[in-house]
Structures are given as C-alpha cells and as structure tokens.
C-alpha cells in the first residue's frame, strides 16, 4: 500500500468465519473512496477490470486475463482519469493482492460492489463437454471447463483392440495393417499380454509408426487447433511503451516480479518474449513447435508448417491409431477390464480351419481360470469376446444408441478351400451361424458391424488390409465423439511429455517426476495441480496410463498400460528358477493359490528391472485391482452375535500371505454340501442371486468379489484347508456363520448358514443385510468401469430363490426382489406350483426393506399423486434416481433422452420431477402415491438408504 494509509495496528475483522487483515480491509477503504475521484463514465470501466481481476483469482487464474486487464488499466483508464504516478502504482499493486489472494478478491467484489463471484461463476456448455468428463466429481468438470476457456482441440484418435483366440493370427494382421512392419517382412511370435503401436495416418491411408512423426503429429494437431482460434481484435491488449512505467518498473515487469512467469505479457511484447523463452529452451522440442503456431496466428498466414524430416503432405494430419494387439491365451482375459472401453473399435478374429464346434485345446489348462470350461469350444471363445466387448465398452446399451464398434475377420484364407467366391460364401455362413446363436435382440449384435472381412495374412500385400483400414477410419468417424468432443489445447504438452518419458524406457513413474516436468515448463503450458490431477484422470480413463487417485496409488502413474499386463504375467505363469528351499512353497502356490512372502521375492527377482524395482508398488496395484488379497487372522474374530460387518473391517490382523483368486484351479467337491447345507444341521437363508441383465458376467468379476470378501472375513478351514475353490469361496463371517458365494454362467449367487446350538436363536437379519450391502457394492464398483454412473445398478438384478427349494438348482425358482414391493407373494414355478410369501422370501436378506413393504401396504394411499407429492418425491430423492425411474417403467433410452435436456442434465430434481410428471401423465388412475412408494423402496433395494416411507 502507499504511504499514509498504514493500517496494521487496526484489529482484523471477522466475517464469516474468515478473518480479514487490516490490509483487505484498507483495500476495500482506497476502493470506495476512488468514486470519488473519478467521473462516472470511467467507473464502470474500473468495476469491469476488478471484476474481472477478481474472478480470474477466484476462479482459475489465466494469466493472459491479468496481462490484457493491467494493460487495459495502464494505457485506458489510466490515460483518461490521469491518475498520479504513487496513486497508479497503488492501484496496480491493489490488483495484483486481488490476483493472489482469492479471499481478498471475494470480499472485495462483495464489499465494493456487492457481487458474489462465486455465485455469477460462468456456467458450462454440457454439449463441449466429453461423456468421459462427465463422470468426473463437479469440482474436477469445473476444473476442465476452465481449461478449455484458453483453447480447445478436437480429438480425433482411432483405437483399434485386435483380439481373438490364440494362434488365430492377431499379430500377423497387425503387421499387415501397418508399413513399418510390412515392409520389414517381420515373422511375427506369439503375443503374450499386450503390445501397443502408435501410428500416424498418412495421406494415403496407410498406416506408420510415428517413432519418426511424433514432432510433426503434435505440431499439426496444435496447427489445427490453432486455426479455429479467433483473431484478438480487443483494444485492451494496446501497446505498452517504455513511457509505461511507473517508477522506473513497468507494468509487464511488476506482473512478472508478482507471479514469476516470463510468459505473461501484453500483446506487442508477447512474442519477444516466446522468442526468447524458446531460446532459452532450444533444445524443447514442444515449445519450438509452439512458436511459429503462434507467429502464423499473430500474423494471420495461411503458409504451411514445413518440417525437414517429414514430408508434411504424407501426413493426415489429425488422425492418429492406437493398435492394441490383445494376447490369445485364456489367462489374460480377466486382465482386459482395464483397456476394453467405449471409445474403442474392435476387430474379432476366427480362425476359418476350425468350427465352431471344435474344442479349444491349451496345454497350460488356463482355460479355466477365466471361467470358461476346460473343453471350451470356438463358438464359446466367440461368444466371450462379444459379450465382453459389450460389457467394458457397450456404454450406451442402455440407451438404444449402439454404434458398429466391431468388424469381424476371418483369417487362414489361404487355406479355406474353393475358389475365393466358395471362400467368401464359407466366411458369410461361418459368421452368420455364430451370431444366430445370441438371442433375437441381443443388444452385442448392434455392435457388428455388417462387412465382414476375410483376410490371407501371407499375402500383405492384397487390397484386403488397405479395405480394412478404411473401414476402421470410416466407423471412427461415424461415432458420437469424433471431431466433437473437445480437450484443452495446453494438454496437448503434458500428452507429449508422457509420450517422451514413455521413449525413455519409462513405465511406471512417481507424481513428483510429473510434477516436475510440468512445472519446468512456462505458461500457458504449465497446469495447476489440480488440473494436472484431471488431465491424468482423463487420460486414465481413455486407456492411455493407468492412475488411480486413491491414498495408496495417487503418487504412481503407469505410462505404459502395457505394464501392468507384464505384472500380472508374474504372477499367473509359472516361477521360472525356483531355490530348492522354495520348491513347496512354489508348487503350494500352483495348487491352491496362496502366494507366502518369499514366494513374491522369488517372482519379483525373476521379474524384468522395470517390475522388480517396484515391488512394494507392485502389490498395491495387485491389491487394488482385486487380483490378490490378504485373508483375515481367523482366530481374531471373535465378534459375538449383533456385531455387524462394519465392526470387521476396522483394527483388524492378516496373514502375512496373499491369495490370487484367479489362480484357484480346484472344483468343489459335490457343489450341493455348500450350495444346500443339512437343514437339520443349518439355518440357512435362501439362496440370493445377483442376475446380471444382459446374460453376461465376466468371471473377473467373481474373482474379484473372492478378494474383497477375502479383505473382510476369516476364509473357512476344513481339516486345515482353505474352503476355497475355482468358483466357489466360504467365509466365516462370525462365529457359528458362514457365507458361502459361488456362480455359474451369468448369476452370482450367496447363501448365509448358521451351526448355533441354541435353539431359540435364528439368523442374524443385520447381519445378512449389512453382507448384502457389501456384495452389492463391490459389485456396482467392478460395474462401474463400463456402465456410467448413476446407471450401474441397472446392470445387474437381484433375486431370491424359493426359500422351500431343499437343494439350490442353477437359474431356477428365482423371484425378483423388488417385485415383493408390489405384491404380497410371488408364484413359484420351480417347485410343485405355490406360492411364497413376501414375509418368507424377504426375512434374513431384506428385513428392513420388508417391513417398509408392510408399512406401505398399511397406509392409504390410493390417491393419485399431485404435483407437490412429486416435488417432494423428486426433493428427496438420493442416488438411487436413475433406478427409480427404470421402476416406475421408464426404459434407459427414454430416461437418457430426458436426461440429455439442458434443464435436467445437471440437476437432479429438475431430471426427476420431469419423468414423475410424465409417468403421471402415463399411468393416468394408476399413478398413485402407492405406486410411487413402492417404486422409491424398490429403487432404493440397490442400495444403502434409509427405509422410511416417504409419504
């Protein structure tokens, strides 16, 4: 502050809980009283560069904003009120407190001029913002929504997933599709995990490693961005001279005195100054390219970018490929959760010498840790990869809005018989028949797309790969995301300052190396920290790294996804040298899964440097993606009866050992002495089935449901042996109880059963209830990677089996829990025909939820809902709105089509109060408020929330 209007002896004042210095306070003061000195027409002027100062602190800091708001101040307002030399430079300073400090600013603009920043904060355009954006946290779509403020980009990436079984010829394709390997002649070996090219599209459609192109691939996707950029026509930006000064310090040097970037400038000194950084940084390759995109666009020419290593006019210039070339072998499938997406195309591959009906043979018997039956046939392996593909990536499923995503191949044309056009009608028929065996309107046959092709992988040179090519780019630019969603521009550096630590052998790297790289570079390129943590995130969720912000994880970023396939190799392949001291322990683990600490020291020691030299990290990424788990202490679970799961989980011990749930190759012995415990032993609750919806459950799921059980509970002991099987697990949940999880096909299933002695106890209904809610969202956790939030819940159902059925049978005498919400019993079929009451079906599983279906029998409410009754329904309403609405009768293509209206998309009672009044309108006398407290208890089934009636 100048001189004379010290005021640090004055007591801070409190408002709000903040406390604000004497300085905020004498900032306010010299504000106020400028009214006074000048005119009216310069004060709203003045307001407009405060406020805008001020919400720039507030919300996002572009430092571009400050420098053309100061210059504006110096050179306009300045000029015309003609302010004093101490006077300009102690406004210019008041502006700069504003810059720093977001509080200051707050209170200012609310004490000044009686504006709350934070409430007129700018709204975000829904339609700029990607699907994979939305399902972030409000803070972090605010977070990118500011970013896209100073330049956006279109993405335009293809995704190719190239998967098939084993030997099918998925490499010898890739290297037919793409030139470096084609011209290279290369004899392709067995791909095990994944290998991943990155390509650039050339002029011409071929396809080139773009080792060679990546200067020139980042340099045209800025170009273009570049290109859509207005011309700064603002007349706030005027030129600064050296009279421009205020004490001998001008106003770019005070701006770059306060904030340390020599990238924040006013427009004439703007690229003297990007001229000097990047001389500075000669040997960056991004800001090299960064500066004649900024020349071009300040000089508004049209010329071409030139680049003396790469012919610019080979180069599509925006397209890139990924080609992700998927290993055959069965043991990798519970591993492609983390990169089958939705913003993938896929190529599925059959061998055209095999039928449909031939068994799948692998010598290692891995077949059946995936879940698929040891004698699989290839109509099985088709019918996984399908299903699969629709589970991780078929996001819009639900919406009746499936785009082709999947072009299938025939390979080892070569040695189909007949002529081509015999071969062409072989393909059609083999295709034709695989496809007839998923049900009439299965929702995985919109994802194939109609051309099939059928390919000679010895001949590379046929007009087949080029016809592939094209149809992969042209189903690319057919889906909803190409060309429209927008990312920041300034990401564009942090992607190519991945893609060189990816070129320096790097793979899995700590946040502080991120860090660093991000902050040794000058605005406009640097990211906040939370930024940074967003773009990360994104990248995350495009397949491009793998990085999970949770406490154990958020300081690790996998670059190359590739790694984490090699890691689980370690574990699910055989130890290669083993010490003798080890070789039980080492075949104990082959057997029964449980892998001892020495045992990890054997793998890790065995393992490649980029893996061994990251053990502790290792585990945690095994332990977070549920591939192994450390079991419970038994003998410390002495809860007693009442005592709930939530007790279970706190100060607790564990082995000093993990188990791999995938690894589990044992069946059960005669499944019905756990499915169907002795009723004259056990009480036992019924049967509770978690029905997948499609008819599709990745056994990977199940797996990983054994590992967070195995966190949570003691496993049971038998004679000294773990109760744990391939597909089947018990646990002691407390004493006298066990939980036993098995499935089959497409059905996860859960029986509780109790040994007491005591002949007045029964079952423990909190007990059940607070294991179901464990299942339940460990389940909706695995489903949301593919099924967006809030429609994870749609993805699966759940059933009771007839609680009078003596001996559990797969599929049969299951009866929907929510309908018991409706109606008082339910027909059962499976059985001599009866029926079963709601009381008996609902008891152990669903007690809490039962007694509200009384309570909501017991009420009159038979009249017909009215708009308050909706508004409140819709006020009230928790996370369970998506499912409320598929209750009330609504399919998710119709809710999604009423989400998708600006007025709903991000407000929730808006959204629910829409679809109630149309169900009202629809149901007409049936829409009573009886129906609607049904429909909310149903909805709220899938998960944690009070069970009170709401009317």
């Known amino acids: 502050m100048a001189e004379g209007n010290n005021t640090t002896d004055d007591p801070p004042v409190v408002s709000d809980d903040v406390v604000f210095d004497p300085q905020t306070l004498d900032i306010a003061r010299i504000l106020r009283s400028l009214a006074d000195e000048i005119t009216e027409e310069s004060m709203p002027l003045l307001k407009e560069i405060i406020t805008k100062i001020a919400h720039e602190s507030a919300h996002g800091r572009n430092y571009n904003v400050l420098a053309d708001y100061m210059s504006r101040f110096v050179n306009v307002l300045g000029f015309s009120v003609r302010f004093s030399t101490s006077k300009t430079k102690e406004i210019f300073k008041i502006l700069l407190v504003i810059w720093r400090q977001p509080t200051v600013a707050r209170y200012v603009m609310q004490e000044v001029y009686k504006e709350d920043i934070d409430a007129a904060e700018k709204p975000f355009d829904p339609d700029k913002i990607p699907n994979a954006v939305k399902q972030l946290d409000d803070k972090a779509i605010k977070i990118f929504f500011k970013a896209l403020q100073d330049g956006e980009e279109e993405v335009k990436t293809i995704r190719l997933m190239v998967v098939g079984m084993f030997g099918v010829g998925k490499t010898s394709l890739v290297n037919n599709l793409i030139k470096d390997f084609r011209d290279k002649n290369i004899i392709p ?398 075949e104990y683990y082959e057997k029964h899964a449980i892998l001892k600490p020495h045992v990890i020291d054997e793998i890790m020691n065995n393992s490649p440097p980029y893996i061994k030299e990251y053990k502790d990290d290792v585990i945690k990424y095994m332990e977070h993606l549920n591939v192994m788990a450390k079991p419970k202490v038994s003998e410390l679970n002495t809860c007693g009866h009442g005592k709930t799961d939530a007790m279970l989980d706190t100060n607790v011990e564990l082995h000093d050992f993990h188990i791999v749930p995938c690894r589990l190759k044992i069946a059960p012995p005669p499944i019905d002495q756990f499915t169907s415990p002795d009723c004259k032993r056990f009480k036992r609750t019924p049967v509770l089935g978690f029905v997948f919806c499609e008819k599709f459950m990745p056994p990977s799921f199940f797996h990983r449901l054994v590992a967070v059980c195995i966190r949570a509970w003691p496993i049971t002991t038998e004679k000294s042996e773990y109760r744990l099987y391939n597909g089947l697990a018990i646990f002691t949940i407390q004493p006298t109880y066990t939980l036993t999880i098995w499935y089959k096909d497409y059905i996860i299933y859960a029986r509780i059963a109790c040994c007491s002695n005591k002949h007045t106890s029964d079952i423990d209904f909190h007990l059940c209830q607070e294991v179901r809610h464990k299942l339940v969202q460990s389940l909706q956790d695995f489903v949301g990677h593919s099924v967006e939030t809030p429609r994870t819940a749609s993805a699966f159902d759940m059933y009771i089996q007839c609680p009078f059925m003596t001996k559990w049978a797969h599929n049969n005498g299951m009866l929907r829990v929510a309908q018991f919400n409706y109606q008082s019993e339910a027909d059962c079929e499976a059985c001599t025909r009866h029926s079963v009451e709601r009381s008996e079906a609902l008891k152990y599983w669903f007690k809490n939820e039962l007694d509200l279906a009384d309570k909501c029998d017991g009420h009159d409410l038979n009249k017909l809902a009215e708009d308050d009754n909706l508004k409140t329904a819709a006020r009230v309403i928790g996370k369970e709105y998506w499912m409320l609405g598929v209750e009330l009768g609504f399919s998710n293509a119709e809710l999604n089509k009423m989400h998708a209206d600006p007025a709903c998309n991000n407000n929730v009672y808006e959204f629910v109060f829409k679809y109630l009044v149309k169900w009202r309108n629809t149901k007409a006398e049936k829409a009573t408020l009886l129906n609607l407290n049904r429909a909310i208890n149903a909805a709220r089934l899938y998960y944690y929330a009070e069970s009170t009636p709401v009317f």
């Open 189 to 586: 070996s067995s791909t095990e995990g994944i290998d991943l090219h990155r390509c650039q599209v050339m002029e011409d459609g071929d396809w080139c490693l773009d080792t060679k192109h990546k200067s020139q691939k980042y340099k045209n996707r800025m170009e273009s961005a570049f290109n859509k950029i207005p011309l700064n026509t603002n007349s706030a930006t005027a030129s600064t001279d050296d009279t421009d000064r205020i004490d001998g310090l001008s106003v770019q040097e005070e701006i770059d005195a306060d904030v340390h970037d020599n990238q924040i400038e006013t427009e004439p000194e703007r690229m003297n100054n990007i001229r000097k950084y990047t001389e500075q940084h000669e040997k960056d390759e991004f800001v090299q390219n960064y500066l004649p995109l900024v020349q071009k666009k300040n000089d508004n020419k049209d010329e071409s970018l030139k680049d003396s290593n790469v012919p610019l006019e080979r180069i599509e210039t925006e397209i890139t490929v990924s080609v992700w070339d998927f290993a055959g072998q069965t043991l990798y499938y519970s591993t492609h959760q983390f990169f089958l997406n939705q913003r993938s195309i896929y190529l599925v591959l059959m061998d055209m010498t095999k039928s449909l009906h031939d068994k799948v043979e692998e010598f290692d018997g891995s077949g059946i840790w995936c879940g698929l039956v040891n004698e699989c046939k290839y109509l099985d392996l088709f019918k996984f990869w399908l299903n699969a593909i629709h589970m991780y990536s078929g996001y819009k499923s639900t919406t009746g809005e499936i785009k082709h995503t999947v072009i299938l191949v025939g390979t080892r044309k070569d040695q189909m018989a007949g002529n081509d056009q015999d071969k062409e009608n072989t393909k059609n028929k083999y295709f034709n028949d695989a496809l007839l065996s998923f049900e009439r309107d299965s929702p995985v046959l919109y994802h194939i797309h109609e051309k099939i092709f059928l390919v000679n992988n010895l001949s590379p040179t046929d007009s087949d790969f080029a016809e592939l090519r094209e149809e992969i780019k042209r189903l690319s630019e057919n889906q909803d995301y190409w060309g429209k969603d927008r990312y920041p521009l300034r990401w564009i550096h942090m992607e190519q300052s991945l893609d060189k630590m990816r070129d320096e052998g790097q793979q899995l790297v700590h946040m502080d190396n991120i860090e660093e790289v991000n902050l040794s570079k000058k605005h406009p390129l640097v990211l906040s920290k939370d930024e940074l943590s967003v773009f990360l995130e994104l990248q995350h969720r495009q397949g491009n790294i793998l990085f999970f912000n949770t406490d154990e994880l958020k300081h690790l970023v996998v670059l190359a996804p590739q790694w984490i396939i090699e890691v689980f190799k370690c574990f699910v392949t055989h130890i290669g040298r083993r010490k003798p001291i080890f070789q039980k322990d080492c």
